[in-house]
């Protein structure tokens, strides 16, 4: 029987290397190729781990800034620790301009809310001073779309100095503060815009709510008001402001099912004290606004149905 010079059972001829050269720097280039995988991923997850740590330590500095603001004693700290929360926010949203900061912990406290498009984050707050009246602070964190980037907008209240203003328009250097516990998104044709539903709480003697509208110019700077808005005697407005008696709740929010902004009817406790909104409150009757081509048209007398939103159970009043 001839020899098989083939060994079968090896797999190889005899005197064969086991590794042939190319086999073995084949061999060393994966382990190589391996080793430089496995140090970038622990480089990556390493990076990113102390990302996610600073992150979150921003976002600790920031809130920990807004509890000593709430916890503030006296007016003086009031304001003294509404500067250092606000500055400290500012600082944070400059430096997040992919909007890669969450905090979740001011938006469990209705400082910040989203819009539905997760393109607009408002930020707001209140402080009450000795004699009642309320200066209101935040700031727009909103996506620019010629930059590509988030933008920080600091609002700036001037509600005291803004004549006639349910038909002016402003923007966030000539703001009418108020604290925003609400925004929807509205997509009409081209135009794209938010409805805000927010409190403000005047003054001893009567707290209002109001409707606006937030807006951007092309250029992403950030505008409030447009005539979009009919009111009960048939005007249209650029915003909507309901007056009524201080301590007293108005229900004003937005029924996302039948996209409808529902509110309470106010009136005068006597009718010859119309006009004196120190006397209005709730009538037990029902208006709503209803979006019909391009506008917010009023009407009058509906039935609300019984659900109220997420923002009504949390908010009476920012207290």
Sequence with gaps: MSQNIFNRSAGRYPGQPLFASGEVFFGLRFQLC????????????????????????????????????????????????????????NLALSTDPKCEFAFDSLGKY????????????LFT??????????????????????????????????????????????????????????IVFVKYKKRKYYVLLGWDGNNRITNK??????????????????SIFSTENGKTKKRIIFEYQAGLFMTLRYDEEKEEIVFDHLSPSNPNLEGQYSFYGPDFSY???????????????IIPRNDKSKSDKHFNSPK
């Design 34 to 89: 391996l080793f430089v995988y496995m140090f970038l991923i622990s480089a990556f997850t390493a990076e990113g781990q102390r990302l996610i740590t600073r992150q979150a330590g921003i976002q600790d500095s920031v809130f920990n800034l807004y509890v000593d603001f709430v916890r503030s004693a006296t007016v003086d700290s009031r304001y003294e620790n509404s500067t250092k929360f606000s500055a400290g926010l």
């Design 110 to 121: 209705k400082v910040m809310i989203i819009s539905p498009d997760k393109l607009v984050r």
């Design 125 to 182: 707050w209140d402080v009450e001073a000795e004699d009642g009246t309320h200066t209101f602070y935040g700031f727009i964190h909103s996506y620019n779309r010629k930059s590509k980037k988030y933008e920080v907008y600091k609002l700036n209240d001037q509600s005291e100095r803004i004549k006639d203003p349910e038909n002016a328009i402003l923007d966030n250097t000539k703001w009418f503060g108020a604290y925003y516990y609400e």
């Design 209 to 226: 709510r109001l409707i606006d509208v937030l807006y951007f110019t092309d250029k992403g700077f950030p505008k409030f008001g447009e």
């Design 287 to 301: 208006d709503m606004l209803q979006f019909k081509g391009g506008k917010w048209q009023y009407v009058k007398d």
